[in-house]
């Protein structure tokens, strides 16, 4: 017998419960109350009996009055819900407007629904197949024009720590009374996703060239050198010049080909930008941890990029890794959708995701494989730009008063703070840390311009 899918089950039942716990309390409590009452009435036929009575009947009949009332404002829009189910249109996505403390904003769209008078509507979102969030109302910024409405609209800033495509299966909608003593729920089978997206922040200011030429109407300062035709060969006519004859080809194939010398360009249209999310460290028992990595990691690349797009060039990301496709308009937006919803992958290394005749800039992280690095690097010139992503600087040194505060102060499971305590006592620490003294060791000694975020 599976007791964790009992439980589940259970706790998902517990959700369409449609009184709330004060309401049945209060019950409990007014039963109790009445039953005492009675027991007191010792003297039928007394003054006393009589306003006992008199206070008993007008408590139960304005009781009663509120109850009624409270049931009918939250079950007619409840049963308006029901009788117009197959017509209700639910959209949920993230708002482009985020809010501060790792809190993104979700817009949500219900309709036709009927707010209950003076009442309210709440949501739970089950999402991810196995996650259902908190029961939340929505914040409505717009002035009502309507006294009755049929929409329902607003936000929610809701604390979802990883920057990845939320997958949205069902929608619980709550109608409750404005005492909050029913809660009539529906539950909708939605099929819809919302993305929590990098946050802006600032970053170091990099001053990149174009390098790779696929429109000539952006001139240059740095004449770049363009290669030849493919293979940088092509066959001998009358004009060329006889010592540029590849004899080695002749001798095996009796053609005629010379070698096409690089030439110079004054015209370079776009920047290359590559962000390896290859791991060569083993994941293991450290999940969490790994998660709040690539958060970091994220942001850092979505930030470099950002910043390079607002200076009027440009760039071209490359993924290391399949993704959904996107059809947004900005290459910017498409961007952002492709690395939020990246992941950590170890099926393609550096050596193999990186193109060297385009590369302009490489984001790498403190997982990478050092000795990967070393092999690209030792055989370049100056390009490209390397912004190393030292994952460490996400933990600052724990000091005395942050154990104290551990001890005494439980913080919240997916904080900051938590996850500080955690890397600290783990065992992946030092392999991280290792490997990341090693990569710096290697970006010193190299000539590329390194950037250390």
């Known amino acids: 017998m599976n007791f964790a899918l009992i439980k589940n089950k259970i706790r998902h039942g517990s959700f369409l419960f449609p009184f709330r716990f004060h309401f049945v309390l209060l019950i409990i409590i007014l039963l109790a109350a009445y039953y005492w009452l009675k027991q007191n009435t010792a003297l039928p036929d007394s003054s006393y009996t009589a306003i006992l009575d008199l206070f008993i009947t007008i408590t139960l009949a304005f009781t009663s009055a509120v109850f009624l009332i409270s049931f009918i404002t939250s079950v007619v829009p409840w049963i308006f819900f029901l009788i117009n189910k197959k017509q209700i249109v639910i959209k949920v996505k993230t708002n482009k407007e985020t809010s501060i403390n790792d809190k993104q904003q979700l817009a949500i769209t219900i309709s036709p629904i009927l707010r209950p008078l003076f009442g309210y509507i709440r949501i739970r979102l089950h999402y991810d197949d196995k996650n259902i969030s908190p029961k939340f109302s929505l914040i409505n ?104 004859i590849v004899w080695k080809i002749y001798a095996k194939n009796k053609e005629l080909v010379v070698r096409i010398p690089e030439t110079n360009d004054t015209y370079a249209s776009h920047i290359y930008f590559y962000a390896s999310f290859y791991n060569e460290v083993a994941v293991g028992f450290y999940s969490e941890l790994y998660a709040v990595f690539l958060n970091y990691y994220k942001t850092a690349v979505w930030n470099t990029y950002h910043q390079l797009t607002k200076q009027n060039v440009l760039v071209k990301y490359i993924p290391d890794q399949e993704t959904k496709k996107t059809f947004a308009d900005d290459p910017a937006e498409k961007t952002k959708y492709i690395v939020s919803t990246s992941d950590w992958q170890t099926q393609k290394e550096l050596q193999q995701y990186l193109k060297k005749e385009d590369a302009t800039i490489v984001c790498i992280s403190s997982l990478i494989n050092f ?50 305590i955690t890397w600290n006592r783990s065992l992946i620490k030092r392999t991280v840390t290792d490997n990341e003294q090693k990569i710096l060791n290697i970006l010193n000694k190299s000539e590329n311009e390194i950037v250390i975020v």
């Open 371 to 420: 000795r990967d690095l070393e092999l690209i690097l030792e055989k370049r010139s100056k390009d490209p730009v390397i912004v190393f992503v030292k994952l460490s600087n996400l933990f600052n040194t724990v000091h005395l008063t942050d154990w104290i505060q551990w001890l005494f102060v439980n913080p919240r499971k997916d904080s900051i703070d938590q996850h500080r």
């Open 141 to 244: 910024k717009k002035i009502k024009k309507q006294f009755i409405s049929t929409e329902v609209t607003g936000i929610f800033n809701w604390h979802l720590p990883e920057i990845k495509e939320y997958k949205v299966s069902n929608v619980i909608i709550y109608f409750e009374d404005m005492f909050q003593f029913f809660s009539f729920a529906v539950a909708l089978p939605a099929q819809d996703n919302f993305i929590t997206q990098p946050l802006n922040k600032e970053t170091r200011l990099l001053k990149i060239q174009p390098k790779k030429t696929e429109e000539t109407n952006t001139r240059i300062e740095q004449i770049r050198k363009i290669e030849g035709e493919f293979l940088n060969y092509k066959n001998f006519e009358h004009n060329d010049d006889v010592r540029r």
